[in-house]
Each structure stands twice: as C-alpha cells, then as structure tokens.
C-alpha cells in the first residue's frame, strides 16, 4: 500500500467542498478552513538547507512563542547519559495483534467516556485507518477534514514494539479533533499539537510495562524520554543564537538578516553541519508536549480519574484563543513544570536496575 493512499478521497472531498464553497453557504468559513487543511497534504513546505535561512525562518516562527522556551531549557537541563542495559526481545506485531492490544489499551487505561470515542472513531473510520509495512522518514500521521467527519490514520510499520506505541500516539490525535476541533489547532496553536498525542503514547508505555512486554514498553519509553531531552539540549543552543539576534520589530527586515549571517559566520563549521542535519526546530513543538504529557502521566499515577478529567480539560480549552492564552491556560492546569519529566526519568532509572 502506497503512503498518501486516501489521495483518491482527498481529490473527491475537494471537488465537494469547492462545489459547496461556490454556492450559498452558511458553511462559507468552515468550508474554507477544511480547504485549506487537504491543501497542506498537496503542498510540501521547501526547506533551503542554507544555515542563514534556516535560522531566520526559525527565528521569526519560535519568537512567537518564547514563552515555551523556558520550560525546554529547563527540560534540557536534566541528564540524558545514562544508557540501560536491557535485554529485549524483538518483537513484530501482525497487524490484528496491534488493534486487539490497541483495544485492550484504551479499554483498559483510560475511561469511559475516553474508550467510546476511541471505538467510535475506529468504528467510523475502519477503511481509512491503515498499517503500512514500508520504511518512511516519520513512524505515522493522522488527518481529520471536520466538514465530513472524516479521520485518516497512517501507521508507517518499523516492526518494533514502537509500532503500538506509534498507534497509541495517532489515535490520540484522532481523538482530540474528535473531541474539540477549529482550524486555528493548525495555525495560531500548532505548537500544542502533539501534546494530547503524546500523553496515549506514553501511557501506552506505562499500562504495558505491566504486561509480558514489560522491557519492550520501558525501553520505548526511555528512547522517547532521553531522546527528547537530546532535542531539547539542541533547542536550547538554538535559542542562545537567538538571543544573540535580539532583534527588534521596527528594524528593518534587512537589517535582520544582516544580523544572522554576521552571527552565523562564526559558528564553526561542525556545529554548522549538524544543525543543518538535526534541523531542531522539527522538534520545538514535540519537546514542549513532553513537558505537559509527562505532568500528565504524573497525575495519572496518582489518581486515574483526576488526570483524565484534566485532560479533558485540556482537550477542550477553547481553540480560538493565541498562543500565549492557551499557554496560560495550561498554566492554570499546572501542567508546564518539568516536575513530570524528571519524575519519569527517575522512574526509568529506577526501573533499569
């Protein structure tokens, strides 16, 4: 099965909406939002691997939100050399056994209200929720066009107990625009995108670090901590760049870039060819959705039922608010301390032993 396989209904679903979008519609916005979503799919953003450009694109987009950067730097902080020795058994779900145990997960770890969603949408959406056995840049992707009540899940197959994992982390998605959807998730708040996401990813790990995969979950969740916490590490030293610029709006545009290349002509040319390489800022929205998910997984084990009514809290913050708004909102929830982070670090350590 090729990637992209719903490219067929994508074509379909366009044609629709820009029949619709024609007509007399009290749909007019909404129409237009979901547009603009399937035209995301077909057009891929051109990256200028120029170290100049890369760090005046970085600049202008992550300066809009640095009040992120403080909970990363914090998170960059923590150690990441420790290195278990685990001995883990491979492992390589069929297909089936990746639903059944998807099932058991959400059944089992979540609620109620949580679990018939979950079956709701797999229900709904069965046809259009596929496990791919190719090797691609990135483990999966999910997309939702809100006007049809649509979801589309792909999980890119790596043959590992990560592959469940990943699962876990797409229907998360799933169920946060299932739940609460505007387009602005996309715009404005695109850098809390992955934070419901991946909560279900490492609770995943944590309910079958209970079963007979116990070393395959604590191992998934290890490379998913510590490697954040690499990320992070990388983020920061970005950020150090960036405040080195302190560039300010009525200066000319110009003037900026003059700024950047000055900077970036003394950067030696190791550091140069590795930000080139790693490109942080694909993980700038990933690393502060570890802060918030770990905090969650941190009431989550203090009380199951109070950490799933703040995550529906979270789910359902309004939308339409900016960034900084939706910030302060998860603030109020007391979910951006890196508390949770090293509580999970010292598990994992714990656990190693």
Sequence with gaps: MEKFWYKHELIYY?????????????????????????????????????????????????????????????????????????????????????????????????????????????????????????????????????????????????????????????????????????????????????????????????????????LNALASEYSAIYDNIESCKDLKEEFKIFRKINYLEHENKNDLKNKISKIASTLPIEYTKYFIDILPRDYYIYSFAFVVASNLIKLYKKDRDFALQVLKELINIDLKVNAYKYYQELENLDLVTTDGLKNLTRNIKRRCK
Excluded: M
């Design 14 to 214: 366009e044609k629709v909406l820009n029949r619709l979008l024609n007509d007399t519609s009290s749909d007019y916005n909404r129409i237009k939002d979901n547009l603009e979503i399937i035209k995301q799919i077909w057009e891929k953003e051109k990256v200028n691997l120029d170290i100049e450009n890369i760090l005046l694109k970085d600049y202008l987009d992550l300066s809009k939100t640095k009040f992120l950067w403080k909970p990363i730097e914090e998170s960059a902080r923590l150690d990441s050399s420790f290195i278990p020795n685990l001995k883990v058994k491979e492992i390589d779900f069929t297909n089936k056994e990746l639903f059944e145990l998807i099932h058991d997960f959400f059944k089992n770890a979540t609620n109620k209200e949580i679990y018939e969603l979950f079956l709701k949408i797999y229900n709904q959406n069965k046809k259009s929720i596929h496990i791919i056995d190719k090797d691609y840049s990135y483990p999966g992707d999910t997309l939702y066009i809100d006007y049809f009540n649509k979801t589309y899940i792909q999980v890119y197959k790596d043959h590992t107990f990560e592959d469940l994992t990943t699962l876990a982390h797409e229907f998360g998605h799933a169920i946060q625009f299932n739940s609460n959807y505007n387009i602005n998730y996309f715009k404005d708040l695109n850098v809390y995108l992955e934070i419901v996401s991946i909560f279900f990813e490492l609770l995943c790990c944590e309910y079958f670090y209970k079963s007979e995969f116990k």
